[in-house]
């Protein structure tokens, strides 16, 4: 089993910044790629940032893309996500995820990931 656990979330205020961080332990072995997700109270779970386990490839949802940055150190076993220029729009819990498919493929589906964490709560105030 792969444990997620998230930290780094909080209150800031329109335009700030915040760094969010995901520690993995557990059975992470065979872990690829990683991903953080967001929900909104009354929404679906949607995806924010995804990297590939070398963490030369990463992907973006248009919303967040020029303002968020997904990355990785693998010595660490934690993947970050550095948020710029936060909106209020960005309000949500923002959600760790691993996936054990094997190769190279980066998943931005919730269904594509095996391994989830508890969440951290990102409040935006205008």
């Known amino acids: 089993q792969v444990q997620l656990v998230e930290s780094g979330g909080g209150l800031v205020q329109a335009g700030g910044s915040l760094r969010l961080s995901c520690a993995a332990s557990?059975?992470?072995?065979?872990?690829?790629?990683m991903g953080w997700f967001r929900q909104a109270p009354g929404k679906e779970r949607e995806f924010v940032a995804a990297?590939?386990?070398?963490?030369?490839?990463?992907y973006y949802a248009d919303s967040v893309k020029g303002r968020f940055t997904i990355s990785r150190d693998n010595a660490k076993n934690t993947v970050y996500l550095q948020m710029n220029s936060l909106k209020p729009e960005d309000t949500a819990g923002y959600y760790c995820?691993?996936?054990?498919?094997?190769?190279?493929?980066?998943?931005?589906?919730?269904?594509?990931?095996?391994?989830w964490g508890q969440g951290t709560q990102v409040t935006v105030s205008s």
């Open positions: 995820a691993a996936d054990r498919t094997s190769g190279t493929y980066v998943g931005t589906h919730v269904y594509e990931y095996d391994y």
């Open positions: 990297i590939s386990w070398s963490g030369r490839r990463t």
């Open positions: 557990g059975s992470i072995f065979g872990i690829n790629a």
